[in-house]
């Protein structure tokens, strides 16, 4: 029988009921039937936005008879989707024609950004941005803003709002760029360390020291960016590498003492844990093997790679047993062709194909997932349904189109394998209309 006191805590309660799909571990390196878990008919119970109790609801039912609870048939729950490389200034100028990447960030991208000076501007992007990213399944993300502060505090202000766990940081830039972009080592210092103090760890925010790339700054400014480091060692850092062939000869002419693209930052002591470098399609051996020592991560970001001709990134290099590097899933809209975490797995499939490598659903889905939550240090608050973690999981369609709805049969997978086939097809053919529901710290915050 209850006691008073637990029927009163129940009042606080709120359930889902459906089929889930979560992991407890990389299917890189165990079993896919050890690390994925999947429950065709379970319960998750929610209290104060964190994740009470979780399993079979044949087993649950029973304890929490009398909690609210809202059911998803034939759909699939899954944790959050995780974005950890992508650039909200970019989200005006996705998709822009035919260039590869020196190129099109002279041609298209720094003129855009120069718009992030106007904070009403920004402020408007800011909103366009996340509502994309909820509407396509993706609850945290790892963002680039522009190198104007207030792009920064548009982009938290409005992340605060919606009580989202996002990253971000302002660009630092001081050459090789556009007069108006330019900051210098001392005011991107100055400018960032502000920022830090004023909205890290506020609230689900977390801040990244946000360097471009080695081409765009001295290395008195990655000089500061490792000092920064130093002093708040719980941020990130954000930044991209070896993303085309051109962009690493020109890094070697513009640091001729450095051993390579890696070393450049290594030498401003930015190669550590909580450090996400964005594509890496031309990482040496060494290069792969030294941010495994070093608890680093990389973005893999296959739609960008493909549109902008930059390469196939080595996937099975970064995940080898001998020296594993943790990745995760980035769009790097607008580089990136779309919002949609899904169709970057998809595309991450077609380029592990093109290298003679497989990518199955619950590699790919670990990625968007899990895998996302360690690249970013977030697998202790997010990831998965284990009890005690954020409740920022989304409802997901198998059948939200009509040939999708032909491909897929109502009933629900009985098996791992039977949802395999049903996973695959989701991650091929779905896209945002394939998300039915985004919820945050277990609130309803957008519904198809």
């Not at 030498?267 to 450090?275: F, H, M, S, T």
């Amino acid at each position: 029988m209850s006691s008073p006191q637990s029927q009163s805590d129940q009042s606080l309660l709120t359930a889902i009921r459906g089929s889930f799909l979560d992991f407890v571990d990389d299917p890189f390196y165990v079993a896919e039937e050890d690390s994925a878990r999947y429950v065709p008919d379970g319960l998750l119970v929610l209290e104060a936005g964190k994740i009470k109790a979780f399993g079979d609801y044949a087993e649950l039912q029973g304890k929490y008879r009398d909690v609210p609870t809202t059911a998803y048939a034939e759909r699939l729950i899954m944790p959050g989707f995780i974005d950890t490389h992508i650039h909200y200034p970019q989200t005006e100028m996705i998709a822009a024609y035919g260039e590869q990447l020196l190129e099109w960030l002279d041609q298209y991208v720094f003129p855009t950004e120069g718009k992030f000076q106007d904070k009403a501007y920004a402020e408007k992007v800011a909103e366009v941005f996340l509502d994309q990213l909820l509407s396509n399944g993706t609850t945290t993300a790892l963002v680039f803003a522009a190198v104007f502060p207030q792009s920064v505090e548009a982009f938290f202000e409005a992340a605060e709002r919606r009580n989202l766990c996002m990253i971000a940081g302002k660009v630092m830039m001081d050459r090789n760029a556009p007069d108006y972009l330019c900051d210098t080592a001392e005011s991107s210092y100055q400018e960032t360390k502000d920022l830090i103090q004023r909205w890290h760890k506020k609230g689900r925010l977390r801040y990244a020291v946000t360097p471009r790339f080695a081409i765009t700054s001295t290395d008195e400014q990655l000089q500061k960016a490792g000092e920064l480091l130093k002093e708040f060692p719980d941020v990130y850092m954000h930044t991209h590498i070896s993303e085309n062939v051109n962009e690493v000869a020109w890094v070697k002419e513009l640091f001729p003492t450095c051993k390579g693209y890696l070393d450049v930052y290594d030498q401003a002591g930015l190669v550590k844990e909580r450090c996400v470098f964005a594509h890496g399609v031309h990482l040496t051996d060494g290069e792969f093997q030294r941010l495994s020592e070093a608890g680093s991560a990389i973005a893999f970001c296959p739609t960008s790679n493909l549109f902008l001709g930059s390469g196939l990134f080595k996937i099975e290099q970064a995940k080898s047993a001998d020296y594993p590097v943790k990745v995760g899933l980035g769009t790097d809209v607008g580089g990136g062709t779309s919002f949609s975490i899904l169709q970057t797995a998809n595309e991450a499939y077609k380029v592990a194909q093109l290298r003679q490598q497989k990518l199955s659903p619950f590699k790919a889905l670990f990625l968007a997932t899990l895998g996302g939550a360690r690249a970013l240090c977030l697998e202790e608050t997010l990831g998965n349904f284990e009890i005690g973690k954020d409740a920022d999981f989304i409802v997901l369609d198998p059948r939200s189109t009509p040939l999708m709805a032909f491909r897929n049969a109502p009933a629900t997978p009985a098996t791992l394998s039977a949802l395999a086939d049903r996973i695959f097809s989701l991650m091929m053919m779905g896209d945002d209309r394939a998300v039915q529901s985004t919820y945050i710290l277990g609130k309803l915050i957008y519904e198809r």
